[in-house]
């Protein structure tokens, strides 16, 4: 829609236009986490300037707020997406899993990733985006998830969210409040940062080693192991449930796929593992803990959800 210095396909300089455009990243970072996906969040953000230029000139003078129309015609946008996500989700073989985003999450030039793009285009890699919560996002209703990021995250008031999601303050409130119960049953006491990042190291150098009873170690009783591969390359249809299961699993991988290297990452914030073959990702594996042990793996293999990786 735009180029690279925000001109719109040959549209004379619009003064406005560099407000306009700087409210890009909010959007982004809001259309990311309402739907778990950058390139849905990207086709959201566009059709939404795609609805600022179709009106006319004295129509987008009138809007007091250009940044909150924006943000709440995104919003709606997102509300009709996640109403039809459900079915969508039944058709996708396999498991859904978000897509991941590595450290350096950016636009430059038409395409994401690298280090020299505006600050603007960033997406933010806050504790709002790391894979366990979008996945517990994922079991709201739209109307919740929708609440709870725009209140909870963004800090719109809940007048804001009452007028962008069509309900009632008091529907509102609600509405956030169950989101938070569903993310507190979810969440664990986990070790500190550092020791993660060391845990999935040990975890790295176990599955390298093919050693299985580290892996157990590593890994809580009550582990599960996800993957998704989308239909598109092969990928275990469901969790894989208890440790011992999840280093078979993984130290067979490596028996299959010997060419298979291993490179420590950043997964949307938090320490993860990127599998590459032949210098190709071809894996991202994003991990939740429950305080030393792993608790969680999610393995995207979806090739449609590693562009930003295989871009790099």
């Given at each position: 829609?735009t180029n690279a210095?925000?001109s ?14 700087s ?8 259309t990311?986490r309402?739907?778990?996906s950058?390139?849905e969040?990207?086709?959201?953000v566009q ?9 006319t ?13 924006l943000t ?7 509300l009709?997406l996640?109403?039809s ?7 996708y073989v ?10 350096d999450?950016?636009w430059?030039?038409?395409?994401w990733?690298?280090?020299?793009a ?5 997406v ?8 366990a919560?979008?996945v517990?996002?994922e079991?709201m209703?739209?109307?919740e ?9 963004f800090?719109?008031s809940f007048?804001?969210v ?5 309900r009632t ?11 938070r ?15 993660r ?6 975890f790295?150098?176990a599955w390298?080693?093919?050693?299985i009873?580290a892996?157990?170690g ?7 192991a996800?993957g998704?591969?989308g239909?598109?390359v092969?990928?275990?249809?469901r ?24 490179v420590e990452?950043?997964?949307?914030g ?7 073959v032949d210098?190709?990702?071809?894996s991202v594996?994003?991990?939740d ?6 608790k ?6 979806n ?10």
């Amino acid at each position: 829609m735009t180029n690279a210095s925000g001109s719109e396909h040959g549209r004379p300089d619009d003064p406005g236009l560099g407000a306009i455009m700087s409210e890009r990243r909010q959007l982004i970072n809001l259309t990311y986490r309402l739907l778990g996906s950058l390139t849905e969040a990207e086709d959201v953000v566009q059709e939404t300037y795609t609805r600022w230029y179709a009106m006319t000139p004295q129509q987008r003078e009138a809007i007091e707020s250009p940044g909150g129309w924006l943000t709440t015609v995104a919003s709606r946008i997102c509300l009709d997406l996640l109403g039809s996500a459900r079915a969508r989700r039944e058709r996708y073989v396999g498991e859904w899993v978000p897509e991941p985003l590595p450290a350096d999450t950016e636009w430059i030039s038409g395409r994401w990733g690298g280090t020299a793009a505006d600050p603007a285009d960033r997406v933010t890699l806050d504790e709002s985006i790391n894979m366990a919560f979008l996945v517990v996002l994922e079991r709201m209703t739209p109307a919740e998830r929708v609440a709870f990021i725009l209140h909870d995250v963004f800090r719109y008031s809940f007048a804001e969210v009452a007028a962008i999601v069509g309900r009632t303050e008091p529907a509102c409130r609600q509405l956030a409040s169950s989101a938070r119960r569903r993310l507190r049953a979810s969440q664990s006491e986990a070790a500190p940062a550092p020791r993660r990042a060391d845990n999935v190291r040990a975890f790295k150098e176990a599955w390298e080693a093919k050693d299985i009873d580290a892996l157990i170690g590593l890994l809580a009783p009550d582990a599960t192991a996800t993957g998704d591969g989308g239909g598109l390359v092969q990928a275990v249809l469901r969790p894989i449930v208890g440790a011992e299961q999840i280093a078979q699993f993984y130290a067979g991988r490596m028996e299959l796929v010997p060419e298979l290297r291993l490179v420590e990452s950043t997964v949307n914030g938090q320490p993860g593992l990127v599998a590459q073959v032949d210098g190709v990702s071809v894996s991202v594996l994003a991990f939740d803990f429950a305080g030393d042990r792993i608790k969680q793996i999610w393995t995207v293999l979806n090739p449609d959800k590693l562009r930003l990786w295989r871009d790099a």
